[in-house]
């Protein structure tokens, strides 16, 4: 079972696309409205190992004071602004693909952040430290920011929203963190992190995967039959993650070292799109499937996006650092 989740994890791209494809199949001859019944017991198997291997004592120590700084106002200005613009653009007429853009744009970040600034030699301790603070503003702030941008359109009361974000992030924090010291005392620290820690998010992986089948079979009707609807979702996010990965880049070049710029590029590029994932299915009722339908594309296009970036920036730093 290990090696499956491992080879699910190494091939996110293609486990989604072969669990879209799945769903497809699944939704357009058999009834799967039962799922729903589900849906939050998967979502609370999603979040809740990515919370086991948070390393909270980052947000207790010192670190880069204007780096974080910096990263939080892109997470919480720029992009929240940025996203809720694409979708007066290219959807004024369908609220759910703009509060699915939104809703994107508020989550900071995910565990792949330090996955791929690891990978970039980035500073990785000032990376880690995003995860947490991301996580918390993200909780805090994404229903103000529904109410204020989308409230009277999405007809969602703001308590209810406040309410659900706290089930689906701070519940599973809480429990995450608990847990987590339960197995360092029973463990130790080094046995932790060597042989357990590793294990939860492949744990993580594949409840995303198998949510998103599941919306898939949901909508598959739907999506079968207006099959230009998967262009209409893709190109907006392919230009939208374009832009932020190229203004980001810049923002960090003028400011910030390399092992700084890139921290920054992947907590701010890289987005939480498993709670995003989750909150669309609990929150938002019949049109929440829809949202995730395209948290569901925006993986693939952000696992294309991050691995470029982090190619491109080893080669820039194999050839300056041997000249």
């Known amino acids: ?43 609370f198997m999603m979040v809740y190992p990515m919370m086991v291997t948070l390393d909270y004592a980052t947000l207790f120590g010192k670190g880069n004071l204007k780096l974080q700084v910096t990263t939080q106002l892109i997470n919480f200005i720029y992009l929240p602004l940025l996203a809720f613009l ?28 330090v996955s791929w600034t690891v990978m970039a030699r980035g500073n990785v301790k000032e990376a ?8 918390l503003l993200g909780g805090l702030l994404t229903p103000i920011y529904i109410e204020f941008f ?28 608990m847990t987590q010291k339960l197995l360092k005392k029973h463990y130790g620290e080094v046995r ?15 409840f995303v995967i198998l949510l998103i ?36 880049h810049f923002i960090g070049r003028w400011l910030f070292t390399y092992p700084d710029r890139i921290a920054l590029v992947n907590g701010t590029v890289v987005r939480s799109l498993s709670l995003a994932l989750a909150i669309a299915l609990n929150v938002f009722g019949e049109i929440g499937p829809e949202i995730a339908l395209v948290i569901g594309v925006a993986y693939i296009v952000q696992v294309q996006f991050a691995a470029w970036y982090v190619k491109r920036s080893i080669r820039y730093h194999d050839k300056h650092m041997t000249t």
């Open 1 to 43: 079972m290990l090696k499956i989740l491992l080879f699910m994890k190494k091939n996110l791209v293609q486990s989604i696309l072969v669990g879209m494809i799945l769903g497809l199949v699944v939704g357009r001859f058999f009834d799967t409205g039962f799922i729903r019944d589900y849906v939050s017991l998967l979502t």
């Open 86 to 113: 694409f979708g007066l653009i290219f959807f004024p007429e369908a609220l759910y693909l703009r509060l699915a853009l939104l809703l994107i744009a508020l989550l900071p970040t995910s565990g792949m952040t």
């Open 192 to 206: 932790f992190h060597e042989e357990i820690k590793p294990v939860f998010p492949l744990l993580s992986t594949f």
């Open 213 to 248: 089948t599941f919306v898939m079979s949901l909508r598959a009707t739907m999506l079968l039959d207006n099959p230009i609807m998967f262009v209409q979702i893709f190109l907006p996010l392919v230009l939208g993650y374009g832009l932020m990965i190229v203004s980001v």
């Open 128 to 135: 880690i430290r995003m995860i947490v603070l991301g996580l």
């Open 150 to 177: 989308l409230g009277a359109s999405v007809g969602v009361p703001f308590r209810d929203i406040f309410m659900q974000i706290g089930f689906i992030i701070f519940l599973p924090m809480l429990l995450g963190f």
